[in-house]
């Protein structure tokens, strides 16, 4: 965590920091919820990362991911569209064994900040609801 977060810091552009985590640490403006872990729990981080900010393009980032500096240096050509880096390597530590793959992870996803307080507010109803 710490090798990302260093890495996190150095790619930010000047650009805003917002953890949100179910115990305090310090990195970025930390938002605490007290929650037990959880799909909804997650869906409720992810909102109120999202409400705490004013930045008009969001990039969502886990705690046990490398990103590389440019891959915040992305601007979405559509404001109604989710943007995902598509591009994945995961490494095993222990013998340094990679597998390269696409995919659209929550934790490459990038957008707008509008159509993502929407779906995440809408996501956080259904999952309370039962829905999904």
């Known amino acids: 965590m710490q090798a990302v977060q260093k890495q996190l810091l150095r ?3 000047g650009n805003e920091l917002i953890s949100v985590t179910l115990k305090p ?13 959880s799909h909804l729990s997650m869906a ?4 109120a990362g999202l409400e705490a900010t004013t930045a008009d393009i ?6 046990d991911i ?11 050509p559509r404001k109604d569209v989710f943007f995902y880096n598509l591009n994945w390597v995961k490494v095993r530590t222990s013998d340094g064994q990679a597998l390269s793959f696409k995919a659209k ?4 996803l990038c957008a707008y900040r509008d159509i ?17």
Do not use: C, T, W
């Open 11 to 13: 790619s930010l552009n």
């Open 25 to 37: 640490i310090d990195f970025g403006k930390n938002i605490v919820l007290p929650l037990k872990r």
């Open 44 to 47: 409720r981080q992810q909102l």
């Open 58 to 63: 969001i990039f969502f980032a886990e705690h």
């Open 66 to 76: 490398l990103y590389p500096k440019e891959h915040f240096d992305f601007l979405p």
């Open 105 to 108: 992870q929550v934790s490459g």
């Open 116 to 132: 993502l307080l929407d779906y995440y507010r809408k996501r956080v109803s259904m999952i309370e609801s039962g829905e999904i």
